[in-house]
């Protein structure tokens, strides 16, 4: 498959902040056949890159001490050509500042903010790293998703700080969801959450994974100590199941065999 080519403003990288990264390295090895690459510990942290049949798919990085009361969390990165104006812009327009840009030697840029609902998200300003090689094929990247608890603020927030061209998908009381693109080309959503969300949960982004079989692979990821929050059922756009990693981190799986690949909103909490 070739390599997605990433547009400014589209989700282009993800990354696990965990609190155990062999155990995380072990579990998404046997469950995606990822491999693994510790970076530098002095240039980069440490940061490990995971990869898919030799191309990068996803990273992932150790919790801090300061970040030990926060759960483990799978993150989306937002691609742009400026970090810093994208921030800006972003705390103008309604958005928190958790990380300002910071230099990846050579890599690129990257920042973490909150958008308008407070959702977390990132921004990857791309040197030599451009972003995820594979998508839409099983043990890949398959969608990016957020939900939140305030959708007409969300919609225009991203439309405003990251030039999204928005498509409604679907209005109605029960399910109210908004595209970054349309149809087959559409990149991300946007989905009304706040009929589901508790109160003490903020917005949030969801990363979906592909899968050949989803129950096999649910079931498989159990066995490896995951647990089973919804799911596996069958949506319009594949078959779906939503899971907890062994420490915690909240992902999707979704059967690629009847999605639309990387394009396919996907209705679900």
């Known amino acids: 498959m070739p390599t997605p080519q990433h547009t400014n403003g589209a989700p282009c990288w993800i990354d696990l902040m965990t609190s155990d990264p062999e155990k995380a390295k072990a579990f998404y090895g046997e469950l995606f056949g990822w491999t693994f690459e510790t970076g530098d510990q002095e240039k980069y942290g440490g940061y490990i890159t995971a990869r898919k049949n030799g191309r990068s798919v996803a990273g992932m990085m150790q919790k801090q001490e300061s970040q030990a009361n926060f759960p483990d969390v799978w993150s989306t990165y937002l691609r742009t050509d400026d970090a810093r104006t994208t921030v800006r ?15 990846v030697p050579e890599q690129g840029s990257m920042a973490m903010i909150g958008d308008a609902t407070g959702a977390a998200v990132g921004i ?27 959708y007409a603020t969300a919609v225009k927030f991203y439309e405003d700080v990251f030039g999204w061209d928005t498509e409604v ?58 647990t089973v929050v919804d799911g596996p059922a069958d949506t319009p756009f594949g078959r779906l199941a939503t899971l907890t990693d062994p420490t915690g981190a909240m992902f999707k799986i979704i059967a690629e065999t009847t999605q639309q690949g990387a394009d396919a909103p996907v209705q679900g909490n």
Request: glycine share 10%; hydrophobic share 40%; charged share 20%.
């Open 169 to 226: 998908m679907s209005d109605t009381p029960d399910f109210r969801y908004t595209t970054l693109g349309a149809g087959d080309a559409a990149k991300a959503g946007i989905m009304d959450a706040s009929g589901y969300i508790p109160a003490e949960a903020p917005s949030h982004w969801q990363v979906y994974f592909a899968v050949q079989d989803a129950d096999a692979s649910a079931e498989k990821a159990v066995s490896l100590g995951a």
């Open 89 to 103: 812009i972003a705390a103008e327009h309604g958005g928190q500042v958790y990380m300002e840009p910071m230099d």
């Open 124 to 150: 990857w300003q791309p040197g030599e790293m451009k972003g995820y090689e594979l998508a839409a094929e099983a043990g890949t990247p398959a969608w990016h998703e957020l939900h939140t608890k305030d």
